[in-house]
């Protein structure tokens, strides 16, 4: 039974600016939460508002949180289905806040059974290769970026586009060159093309042999994205357009991407964005599961679906790579460019309380 919900308001400072074509942050901001049990357990999770993605807010997350604490206390956290019951009838949306409770009931599952969260879920890898995302810098900052991520072993490059087509071109054109053949190379418009833009850059960098184009167009331009993907000898991935199961099945059923990016902050955690993964699985559409700026507690989270599950085919799970303080215990562990977590049960990792308190956010 569940005997509070707490939750912890925490920023740290970035050890370098993070930019894309919608904003750049130089602070990690996320909220961490904890749920206890009347037995002693404690399952923990990570809320992050991402605005320019779903809208929410800090006072959002926050308001979200304090309603959903008083709709489970006193329930049994194991019937997760009926607490997300519970939590849509008291908070409309809010689904980056609902992301932190719904992974903290997971851990509290793992720990219960004994089992790590990428058995419960299906228990598909050990291990699996992560791309590192080369922002939206200067040539020497992706220069930089480049080669820091080669020496790490990393496999895979996520390459950060909207500088226009010929400095993009540029940039797609040195990552390659950099990594060379055995080092993938995709690429990530976060919604800064037209249509027609895209299909143009698109065609002009094919000889790049870039695994996708993540997002091209804006997110609510689906027959955009549909036009890209009929005409584009890259396969296209929708990550902005699509947060929950219903849009997943919206894309689907138009045909508007040949892949989708899972993201647990945008589909409300692992159970929601388990639907998504098997929904995109029927159709026939591979899944990359990605990240914004977080802590590894929703990283790792992440990484046991991705685990877990044969039709998560990429993950872009770096966000806690630039955090320049660790709030965690085990967990994660990157090798060799592949992912893997500790096999304890549950999430597999400890919080540091007394750091998490040291990093707490000034309430505004």
Known sequence: MIERLDYYHVRIP???????????????NGFLVNIRTDDGLDGWGESIPPKRITGETDGSVRAALDMIREAVKGKDETSIELLWELMEKRVKGSYAAKCGVDVALWDIMGKRAGMPI?????????SMHTSFTVDLGSM?????????????????????LGH???????????????????????????????????LELSESIHKFEIEF????????????????RERSSIPVMADESVHGPEDAVRIIGMGAADMLNMK???????????????????????????????????????????????????????????LSKELTKDGLRLTAGEHEVSGKPGLGLTVDLDRVKEQLAKVT
């Not at 970035?14 to 990690?28: D, E, H, I, K, P």
């Not at 970026?145 to 496999?155: A, C, K, T, V």
């Not at 945008?266 to 802590?295: D, F, N, Q, W």
């Open 14 to 28: 970035l050890s370098r600016m993070f930019r894309t074509s919608m904003g750049s942050t130089g602070t990690y």
């Open 118 to 126: 990428c058995r419960l879920a299906g228990g598909y890898r050990d």
């Open 140 to 160: 020497e900052e992706e220069e930089e970026q480049l080669n820091e991520y080669i020496s790490m072993g990393i496999h895979a490059l996520k390459i950060k």
């Open 164 to 198: 226009g087509i010929r400095e993009d071109y540029e940039r797609v054109k040195r990552a390659r060159q950099k990594g060379g053949e055995d080092v993938a190379v995709y690429v990530d418009f976060n919604q800064s093309y037209t249509p027609k833009k895209a």
């Open 213 to 228: 184009l993540e997002q091209p167009v804006r997110a609510a331009d689906l027959d955009g994205l549909k036009f890209v």
């Open 264 to 322: 647990l902050v945008k589909a409300g955690g692992i159970s929601r964005g388990k639907r998504i993964i098997e929904l995109a699985e029927s159709a026939g559409l591979p899944v990359m599961i990605g990240c914004t700026v977080e802590s590894r507690v929703g990283i790792t989270a992440a990484a046991h679906l991705a685990l877990g599950l044969k039709n998560v085919h990429y993950t872009d799970l770096d966000g806690y790579h630039s």
